[in-house]
């Protein structure tokens, strides 16, 4: 069974939620602080739903030490925070996705299913590799290597990563990303992408003023070079 962590201190939204959650047929646990949702994930998960307003530790530290512990489970935030700095700097601590508050139940169990899908590695076919440069993508065992050493990526990332190097070569323009990495239950500007991609040459060791592996192309999107 898909084992959901609700890490919400609202029992208002915590307790309906985690009721929908499990006739969805999720195995659910809550936790209402960041350390016991950090223990949580330890036990292992298969997806984390964030509330960012958590009493102990702020749910951004929390995803930043579940990243940081090298867990690559999907997490999506829960915010109040409406505004978009609040929310770019979620995504950069390295959440795959959020929704704020109030938010509609059936959005919010939409994105988890897309999470949940785009995390699976049934959804793509044994023993497919793809190759550019030095970066080699195992679709199916969902790996990431440049070179000899493997990167740790989000579920986020990885198909990011996966979708750019098949292409390489090619320009993949923001709203192609959008609908192949975030697919249709995405409502948001694109500046996603760019975090990502960001993200992205940081772990590659890239170097976005003279990139080797992904360049922008001003005004379109985003290019893997061949090499």
């Known amino acids: 069974m898909t084992r959901v962590l ?8 915590s307790e309906p939620l985690a009721r929908a959650l499990g006739r969805e047929g999720y195995e659910v646990a809550v936790r209402a602080d960041g350390k016991g949702a950090l223990e949580a994930v330890a036990d292992g998960v298969d997806l984390v739903l964030l ?8 749910g951004l530290e929390v995803c930043r030490r579940i990243r940081a512990q090298g867990f690559t489970a999907p997490v999506l935030v829960l915010t109040a925070r409406a505004d978009e700095v609040d929310l770019v700097v979620g995504l950069d601590a ?49 790996r990431a290597f440049v070179g000899p050493t493997e990167l740790t990526l989000s579920a986020k990332e990885f198909d990011l990563l996966r979708v750019l190097v098949s292409r390489a070569g090619d320009v993949v323009t923001r709203e192609e990303l959008m609908r192949e990495v ?22 590659l060791g890239d170097d976005a003023t003279s990139p080797r592996y992904l360049a922008t192309v001003r005004g379109h999107g985003f290019r893997f070079e061949r090499g």
């Open 182 to 203: 975030w697919q249709t239950q995405w409502w948001s500007s694109t500046k996603t992408v760019d975090m990502h991609v960001s993200w992205l040459r940081r772990k």
């Open 94 to 142: 390295g959440a795959d996705d959020y929704v704020t508050k109030p938010f509609r139940l059936a959005e919010l169990l939409a994105r988890v299913r897309a999470l949940l899908r785009r995390g699976s590695p049934d959804d793509e076919d044994d023993g497919d590799t793809v190759k550019a440069q030095d970066v080699r993508i195992e679709v199916s065992a969902r």
């Open 51 to 58: 509330d960012l307003g958590l009493p102990d530790l702020d």
């Open 6 to 13: 609700l890490a919400e201190d609202d029992p208002a939204i």
